[in-house]
């Protein structure tokens, strides 16, 4: 039973366009974030949500827009899609402050 | 802010002998922290984390990790290590802000 799920698993797509990634946790947790790893695994975090409220939102290009719909969802949206958006995006969620991550699985995005 | 450092980008060990993955915070109170591995095209999985209390700490897959405040570390340990623990580690520090920052990373090889 899968705690963190993100999809897609892939994406493959050109410049311009918008897309979105999709995340939702069965775990009961109340803060759920956006990680970016780029290609020398360095992991950056980009939003954090806590029960549906945006609470950290790094320096993140506006193109970016996260949505929470519910406290066990949070989908990321991406418009304008540019090569240096490729990237491994992390889902990941937590129970309170500074608690234990708990990730899915990453979803590949690679702009062409 | 607080940041994480790992100062060896690549170690390798051969298989049987004892490993040690070093990580090094600023943060000026005391901070969470934690270790998570990384296997390739997988998420991120939580090895173990201090938050308070002993200073050693045990985590899964015979891993330990001691928090030692005068110099400002929390190097991660494991007597013998298998094949399968080939995979990138990762130190990250949280400051009870929901913000949890990860270190660069070590990619962990493993000789036959």
């Known amino acids: 039973d899968t705690a963190v799920s993100q999809t897609p698993k892939y994406l493959v797509t050109q410049m311009g366009n918008d897309k979105s990634i999709k995340c939702e946790q069965n775990?009961?947790?109340?803060?759920m974030y956006w990680y970016k790893q780029d290609s020398k695994k360095f992991l950056k975090i980009m939003f954090s949500?806590?029960?549906?409220?945006?609470?950290i939102n790094e320096t993140v290009p506006n193109r970016f827009s996260p949505k929470s719909p519910d406290k066990a969802h949070l989908n990321l949206h991406i418009n304008s899609l540019e090569l240096g958006d490729s990237a491994v995006y992390f889902c990941?969620?937590?129970?309170?402050?500074?608690?234990?991550?708990?990730f899915g699985n990453g979803t590949r995005l690679t702009v062409t | 802010a607080q940041s994480v450092t790992q100062p060896d980008i690549h170690i390798t060990v051969s298989e049987g002998a004892s490993l040690e993955l070093r990580c090094n915070y600023s943060?000026?109170?005391?901070?969470?922290l934690f270790w998570y591995v990384q296997s390739p095209g997988q998420g991120l999985q939580l090895l173990l984390k201090?938050?308070?209390?002993?200073?050693l700490v045990q985590g899964i897959k015979g891993f330990e990790a001691e928090f030692k405040r005068s110099q400002s570390s929390f190097n991660l340990r494991k007597p013998s290590v298998h094949w399968s623990d080939a995979a990138e580690y990762f130190c990250?520090?949280?400051?009870?802000?929901?913000?949890?920052?990860f270190g660069k990373g070590t990619r962990l090889h493993i000789l036959p």
């Open positions: 990941a969620s937590s129970q309170v402050e500074a608690s234990p991550l708990h």
């Open positions: 775990l009961g947790h109340d803060t």
């Open positions: 949500y806590n029960n549906k409220e945006l609470i």
């Open positions: 943060y000026g109170a005391t901070p969470y």
């Open positions: 201090y938050f308070s209390g002993d200073t």
């Open positions: 990250a520090v949280g400051a009870g802000d929901d913000k949890i920052i």
